[in-house]
T-cell receptor
Framework: GQQLNQSPQSMFIQEGEDVSMNCTSS?????WLWYKQDPGEGPVLLIA?????ELTSNGRLTAQFGITRKDSFLNISASIPSDVGIYFC??????????FGTGTSLTVIP | EAQVTQNPRYLITVTGKKLTVTCSQN?????MSWYRQDPGLGLRQIYY???????DKGDVPEGYKVSRKEKRNFPLILESPSPNQTSLYFC????????????FGPGTRLLVL
């Protein structure tokens, strides 16, 4: 199956620090999305990107759709304790199948 | 309240005993999908459905069946469960396509002994 490689796998940061994570693939994606999963719950969409080069913000979150369409990154500025969770990139190839990355686990130390 | 519901939330079963996990959404969404989540592997798509009576295989369909007889329901069927199907399962729906906002159910944790 399709592999979306996320890095880093886990992060431990101090409250107030900025966070950066990325997602890469060997295939070209038409859409990139970023989800967050809180413990015991399903993922929730944070940001959706539809065009190569697109840069989109949602509050303290900023994500970009890579120019090559094979990668995307997510930045979180001034992290707070409620940012804790697992962050997944996800994408759609040419059909209607949907792929998720392996996840980045974020821990914010108050 | 707009939501995706799954039942049961937890299930322990034995190898070979057929089971069904139900999924229902009340948002009149056309697209529905099943995922399994395993440590280190993220979420992997099992099956998806673009509309009633239209279903397609995802990345890991082996050992699973689905049906979409009504728009709101998308049950996941394990005809003969095996231990490697022990996982956390999520149902999701979106208005018409996967790249739109997908709303996820609360998850079903399955243990196959």
């Amino acid at each position: 199956g399709q592999q979306l490689n996320q890095s880093p796998q886990s992060m431990f940061i101090q409250e107030g620090e900025d966070v950066s994570m990325n997602c890469t693939s060997s295939s070209i994606f038409n859409t990139w999305l970023w989800y967050k999963q809180d413990p015991g719950e399903g993922p929730v969409l944070l940001i959706a990107l539809y065009k190569a080069g697109e840069l989109t913000s949602n509050g303290r979150l900023t994500a970009q759709f890579g120019i090559t369409r094979k990668d995307s990154f997510l930045n979180i500025s001034a992290s707070i304790p409620s940012d804790v969770g697992i962050y997944f990139c996800a994408g759609q190839l040419s059909g209607n199948q949907f792929y998720f990355g392996t996840g980045t686990s974020l821990t914010v130390i108050p | 309240e707009a939501q995706v519901t799954q039942n049961p939330r937890y299930l322990i079963t034995v190898t070979g005993k057929k089971l069904t996990v139900t999924c229902s959404q009340n948002m009149n969404h056309e697209y529905m999908s099943w995922y399994r989540q395993d440590p280190g592997l993220g979420l992997r798509q099992i099956y998806y459905s673009m509309n009633v009576e239209v279903t397609d295989k995802g990345d890991v369909p082996e050992g699973y069946k689905v049906s979409r007889k009504e728009k709101r329901n998308f049950p996941l069927i394990l005809e003969s469960p095996s231990p490697n199907q022990t996982s956390l399962y999520f149902c999701a729906s979106s208005l018409s396509a996967p790249q739109e906002t997908q709303y996820f159910g609360p998850g079903t944790r399955l243990l196959v002994l």
